[in-house]
């Protein structure tokens, strides 16, 4: 199980195993550690959704 996750260094409280970052157009790193010790890290990026014309846009990241 998830012994604990950071969000750009902070501790976070999980609900249901979720937890959700707002959605603000920056890069955030997110850390998590099992209870074995094992931690993996992520690099995120949140986008705000944009309306035009009464239809929302999604701006995200292209992958190459």
Not at 4 to 17: A, F, I, R, S, W
Not at 20 to 47: L, M, P, R, W
């Amino acid at each position: 199980g998830i012994k604990e996750m950071k969000v750009d260094g902070t501790p976070v409280t999980m609900t249901d195993g979720e937890y959700t970052i707002v959605a603000d157009n920056q890069e955030h790193t997110v850390v998590v550690t099992d209870n074995a010790g094992n931690k993996t890290s992520y690099t995120i990026t949140v986008y705000e959704n944009y309306m035009t014309n009464g239809e929302e846009v999604y701006t995200f990241p292209l992958e190459k």
